[in-house]
């Protein structure tokens, strides 16, 4: 699937990550380009030699008051926080703008597991009675979303989406979809996802810990995608344009050539690319890649199925003013993504 070019904009971001909060400790990392896994405590896996990035620096006491944060699960909390970051960086404040034209579609991969097995193993210990009522609403992948929304006042468009590591830019697509069929002026999206010990043990029990599951990170990305014509109108700073969407679900065993014309047509021009999800083991596709410096935060930052967002943000970030960038993004047997964006505003610039 290909979308033309349409008159979307990009007019705030936030990141945290195991760089720590904010979009000036990613840029940090960026710079200094050293990794920030850490060992995992040799008691979780039962063997030692294995890396994660949590994002330590992340305190939701800092953002709300303890009471608040407890009625959050941790992937919540890191997207209810970076919602608010996101939309004070985009100069959305509450009550400034019709909350029913603001909507969030976020990638999630993870998210509500770890509240899922707390509320799972009350049963299991004491059967009904030790159901925790308060742990139920955070089971699901779209509690991320919801909580960011409901915290935020967001009325309009609200969508989860979970596409194994394409999930950040699954919602992308769809978010910007929205503004197209104007269905919304702004759409908050990008990724969240957590990291706990239950699930690198399900990793090790599936054979993945030290292939895809290996290294795994988390963190929120989320970015504000807005009519250009609505940014305008309210004055708002551009930080990046949208170009091409281009995605294919799935290409077939001798299909590469088709699917790369498909994804990177030529002639295609990027001052700088960023990779995500598994794009970095895809040698077919790097070898195609333009030229120009290449931005993969997985050994940096770690990797999820949500990460998208955060890599979005660090092109975002690297772009200046009016240049071309590209994102591209791909999963074990598919989808790939390939998302053209621009520096700053070209017609402002």
Request: hydrophobic fraction near 45%.
């Amino acid at each position: 699937m290909n979308t033309a070019k349409t008159d979307i904009v990009i007019t705030g971001l936030s990141a945290i990550s195991a760089a720590g909060v904010g979009s000036e400790a990613l840029m940090e990392a960026l710079r200094r380009g050293e990794s920030l896994l850490k060992p995992v405590p040799d008691e979780i896996l039962g063997e030692g030699g294995h890396l994660w990035a949590k994002a330590d620096a992340f305190r939701a006491a800092d953002f709300m008051p303890p009471l608040k944060a407890r009625k959050f699960d941790r992937c919540s909390l890191l997207a209810v926080v970076a919602a608010g970051m996101a939309l004070k960086d985009a100069a959305v404040t509450p009550g400034s703008l019709d909350s029913t034209r603001i909507g969030i579609v976020l990638g999630c991969g993870f998210g509500g597991i770890s509240n899922a097995e707390q509320f799972l193993s009350g049963y299991f210990a004491s059967g009904a009675e030790g159901l925790s009522p308060m742990l139920f609403p955070n089971i699901v992948p779209n509690a991320s979303a919801s909580n960011a929304s409901i915290e935020h006042k967001l009325k309009g468009p609200n969508v989860t989406v979970v596409q194994r590591f394409c999930s950040a830019e699954s919602a992308f697509l769809m978010a910007h979809r929205f503004l197209e069929e104007d269905r919304a002026d702004i759409i908050l999206t990008g990724g969240v996802d957590e990291v706990f010990p239950t699930m690198l043990r399900c990793f090790k029990a599936m054979g993945q810990i030290r292939n895809f599951g290996a290294g795994f990170g988390e963190g929120a990305g989320i970015l504000v995608l807005e009519k250009a014509s609505h940014a305008r109108a309210r004055k708002a700073r551009t930080v990046a344009s949208v170009g091409d969407i281009r995605t294919i679900g799935r290409i077939s065993p001798g299909a590469q050539e088709e699917g790369l014309a498909r994804l990177l047509p030529e002639p295609h021009r990027a001052e700088q690319i960023s990779l995500s999800g598994t794009a970095g083991f895809d040698k077919w596709l790097l070898e195609r890649l333009p030229d120009g410096p290449r931005i993969d935060i997985a050994p940096i930052l770690g990797r999820s199925l949500a990460m998208g967002g955060l890599s979005l943000a660090a092109l975002i970030l690297m772009l200046k003013p009016g240049s071309p960038g590209l994102h591209l993004a791909s999963s074990p047997e598919g989808p790939y993504f390939s998302i053209d964006l621009y520096g700053g505003d070209p017609v402002q610039s």
